[in-house]
């Protein structure tokens, strides 16, 4: 098929008339390459270069955004350059500064720059990365980052790992391998015979669990509902001795959801006594470390996750504390067996029969054709070295401790946890309309961004640090920019 189109660079429209006197899409987009990606990448830099002193909120309503990127679909294309600046202007008051120096939101990592360098290679590349045959240099790094990361965080020799979107994803694979060998165990096969008439799975998860551990039960069959809840401490970490209460006298399958870097405090689950009460049952361990397995890569960190390697999966991301872009997240399994039992395919005719198999990363992941989202880790973790991620975690948790010795001077201020990592909560007044209204204001004045919350049944403000791009200097900011926050709404 022969298009004309339009929306080229015009530069290169002029140079590509050939063949019956009209340009191809092909021929037309060769020569948009270069005018069309310095434009885009002019347009990055500027965003990168804007984050520190912008505005770290959005400031955009939805009304705003639709007006600049909504009507009917357009009959005839624009140039692609106009779709460009469209984009451009729908950044300015639309994107939050979420990557840079000063936003604590949630817990979301910033963005190296050899990350994003890189991942306009995978976009460039185009690799469908599922199978080696379809791209061998990105399947080659991935099976590199892999064992990187199996050493890193100390996990045992032999693991298998796959590069889902998110932790979300990740939980869903890993749960999937328990689900299959907690099952195979009880001479049942999942994979073939499904979840109907099968032994009951008990599921153990700790109260302050994160959210995506119930969708992924949910989406295994296993029923919200029929979670098990053990209770927390109050720091929110699980009490083993509930734990063993809970277990004691099961034998049949079970599978037991501990936590490492609780999203509001970041709080560690006790995983070596954890392993050790559970494996006394015949349990699996699935351990949520969406940042907090970070943690174990750290020696000044590390006995905070002792006895992580004994535990059976492992759910984390790379998008959060490594700081490469989305969407990357990392699953790790004890058992390959398990993991790639509940993944593959039976009926995967694409895959010879009987020689020897390179790594596949399709068998890894609940994906089929996905992009090379593992690239830009291998690149992070290349360029970083092990010392480059020890450094980018233990800074971010000294950057956190700084943030509440100071806050606590504050008069008003109340700090509710420990500092175990990166995370901080802290409250204002005694009335939770005051805490309210100081995040609102917060918000409102842009130094930097914090979101709101409950916790412990109160309202509180929490602190992430997880950008490599955070100083002291911004933290300094950002307490002066709360100090006065707090003193007009305290005033007032
Ligand atoms: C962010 C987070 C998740 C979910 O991770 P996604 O990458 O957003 O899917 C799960 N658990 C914890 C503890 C988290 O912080």
């Not at 002019?42 to 909120?57: I, Q």
């Not at 890993?174 to 001479?187: D, T, Y």
């Amino acid at each position: 098929m022969q298009l004309t189109m339009p929306f080229v660079a015009a530069r290169g429209w002029r140079l590509v008339r050939r063949r019956s006197g009209g340009a191809t899409y092909a021929d037309s987009m060769t020569y948009a390459y270069a005018s069309l990606l310095s434009l885009a990448a002019a347009e990055a830099v500027n965003h990168l270069e804007s984050l520190p002193e912008r505005h770290v909120g959005a400031t955009a309503t939805a009304a705003e955004m639709l007006r600049l990127l909504g009507g009917p679909l357009p009959a005839a294309g624009a140039q692609a350059e106009e779709a460009i600046e469209i984009l451009r202007r729908a950044a300015q008051s639309g994107v939050v500064a979420s990557p840079g120096p000063r936003y604590f939101g949630f817990v979301v990592g910033g963005t190296l720059p050899v990350a994003i360098a890189t991942d306009w290679l995978v976009s460039a590349w185009d690799q469908n990365s599922g199978i080696f045959e379809l791209g061998p240099a990105v399947a080659t790094a991935e099976q590199v980052a892999a064992g990187w990361l199996i050493d890193l965080f100390g996990l045992p020799a032999g693991t298998s790992v796959g590069f889902p979107t998110g932790c979300a994803m990740a939980h869903l694979t890993a749960l999937a391998a328990a689900r299959h060998h907690v099952l195979a165990k009880a001479g049942w096969d999942v994979e073939q015979d499904g979840l109907a008439g099968a032994p009951k799975i008990r599921v153990i998860v700790g109260a302050e669990r994160h959210l995506t551990i119930d969708r992924a039960a949910r989406l295994l069959g296993f029923g919200a509902g029929c979670l098990e809840v053990v209770a927390a401490d109050d720091q929110g970490r699980m009490r083993t001795d509930v734990l063993a209460e809970t277990l004691s006298g099961s034998d049949g399958p079970v599978i037991v959801c501990a936590q490492v870097g609780d999203v509001h405090c970041g709080a560690v689950d006790p995983v070596a006594e954890i392993c050790d009460i559970a494996q006394r049952h015949g349990a699996w361990v699935h351990v949520d470390g969406a940042f907090g397995l970070w943690a174990a890569a750290s020696p000044a960190l590390r006995s905070l996750v002792t006895g992580i390697e004994k535990a059976d999966s492992w759910a984390s991301d790379a998008h959060k504390w490594l700081n490469v872009p989305y969407d990357c997240g990392l699953v790790f399994v004890a058992y390959p067996d398990a993991h790639r039992g509940a993944m593959l395919d039976a009926r995967a005719g694409y895959l010879p029969p009987g020689i020897v198999q390179e790594r596949d990363p399709i068998e890894w992941v609940p994906d089929f054709s996905r992009r090379a989202r593992s690239l830009p880790v291998w690149a992070a973790l290349r360029t970083l070295g092990r010392s480059g991620v020890v450094n980018l975690v233990d800074q971010c948790c000294a950057h956190a401790r700084r943030f509440a010795d100071e806050l606590a001077q504050i008069a008003g201020v109340a700090v509710l946890n420990e500092v175990w990592l990166n995370q901080v909560m802290v409250r204002f007044g005694d009335d939770d309309r005051v805490t309210r209204e100081v995040i609102t204001r917060l918000q409102a004045e842009g130094t930097c961004w914090a979101g709101g919350t409950t916790w412990r049944g109160q309202a509180a403000m929490r602190l992430s640090v997880t950008s490599w791009q955070t100083t002291t200097a911004d933290i300094d900011r950002s307490v002066q920019a709360i100090r006065g926050v707090v003193g007009d709404v305290l005033a007032s």
